[in-house]
């Protein structure tokens, strides 16, 4: 069964940084594509951040570019979003989703992390 | 404000059929296929129809998908109490190079 768990969130002031991470388990890791997505309370999905299989083709929206940066480490089975100069706006239920082999679209989900910016 | 356009509500009563529409432009809907997530309070969203018009293994094939120009259909026959949820279109967008979503219906089984 494919799992995905993340970790990481909490309360943070404004300007702080965060690092998430996300476990998996139950696929070939490696040979799966990997994304962040968000969702502000009460709001819709915004997506976040995108990794490809070895790590070396990054994309990130344009609200995070320059302050989010995604990595994985295939070793360890692992998914992480370290945020930097974090705003109220960055406040959010924060999902890692796997990519539907060779797609766009998002086919698992991990329950979320609560991100939350505020003093 | 999302880049795809969504309505926010929709309803219906069992039995019924409804369609939920996505509308984007050129550079989304226009030139890729479209994806349908559903999502329950306080749960991860889940893949229901992908390349516009498949469905995952699972999920059953009252749910369907179309799309016409740069607009896009979900539609839902023989409605059922567990249909109500919320309801995600998402594509990708060429100009922005990213993935996209519409902002969300909410679907209520009266």
């Known amino acids: 069964e494919v799992q995905l768990v993340e970790s990481g969130g909490g309360l943070i002031n404004p300007g702080g940084s965060l690092r998430l991470s996300c476990a998996a388990s139950g696929f070939s890791f490696s040979t799966y594509t990997l994304n962040w997505v968000r969702q502000a309370p009460g709001k819709g999905l915004e997506w976040v951040s995108y990794?490809?299989?070895?790590?070396?083709?990054?994309y990130y929206a344009d609200s995070v570019k320059g302050r989010f940066t995604i990595s994985r480490d295939n070793a360890k089975n692992s998914l992480y979003l370290r945020m930097d100069n974090l705003r109220a706006e960055d406040s959010a239920v924060y999902y890692c989703a796997r990519d539907l082999s060779g797609t766009y679209y998002f086919d698992s989900w991990g329950q979320g992390t609560l991100v939350t910016v505020s003093s | 404000q999302s880049v795809l356009t969504q309505p926010p509500s929709a309803s219906g009563t069992p039995g019924q059929r409804v369609t939920i529409s996505c509308s984007g432009s050129?550079?989304?809907?226009?030139?890729?296929?479209v994806c349908w997530y559903q999502q329950f309070p306080g749960t991860a969203p889940k893949l229901l129809i992908y390349?516009?018009?498949q469905r995952p293994s699972g999920v059953p094939d009252r749910f369907s998908g179309s799309k016409s120009g740069t607009s896009a259909s979900l539609a839902i026959s023989g409605l059922r109490s567990e249909d109500e949820a919320d309801y995600y279109c998402a594509t990708w967008d060429d100009s922005l190079y990213g993935r996209v979503f519409g902002g969300g219906t909410k679907l209520t089984v009266l």
């Open positions: 050129n550079s989304n809907i226009g030139s890729n296929n």
């Open positions: 990794i490809s299989t070895s790590g070396r083709t990054k």
């Open positions: 390349s516009t018009n």
